[in-house]
């Protein structure tokens, strides 16, 4: 089994930073696509960044320029740093990762039980 564990949500003025983190453990043999989501109230869920396994990185127009989504390969974990930022951010955030879980099998996709961000005016 693959588990997906987020923390790093908080309550943060505007103007500040939060660093979110999505620690994958279990069976893993890659992790080949990685994505951060978020969903506020009464909206739908709304892709933030992504990553290939390349290295290649998407934004969401929003927070460009002020979020960066990394990635530690030996520690499965995915990150989302989020600078400057505005109450318009505040969400529960998730992460969606595309796993292998061994060499032979296909992708999976996976996601994190998501993180509150707060951002006060």
């Known amino acids: 089994q693959v588990q997906l564990v987020e923390s790093g949500g908080g309550l943060v003025q505007a103007g500040g930073s939060l660093r979110l983190s999505c620690a994958a453990s279990?069976?893993?043999?890659?992790?080949?696509?990685m994505g951060w989501y978020r969903q506020a109230p009464g909206k739908q869920r709304e892709l933030v960044a992504t990553?290939?396994?390349?290295?290649?990185?998407n934004y969401a127009d929003s927070v460009k320029g002020r979020f960066t989504i990394s990635r530690d390969n030996a520690k499965n974990t995915v990150y989302l740093q989020m600078n400057s930022l505005k109450p318009d951010d505040t969400a529960v955030y998730y992460c969606?990762?595309?796993?292998?879980?061994?060499?032979?099998?296909?992708?999976?996709?996976?996601w994190g039980q998501g993180t509150q961000v707060t951002v006060s005016s």
């Open positions: 969606n990762l595309g796993i292998k879980r061994f060499s032979w099998s296909w992708n999976e996709g996976y």
């Open positions: 279990g069976s893993i043999f890659s992790i080949n696509a």
């Open positions: 990553m290939t396994s390349g290295g290649s990185t």
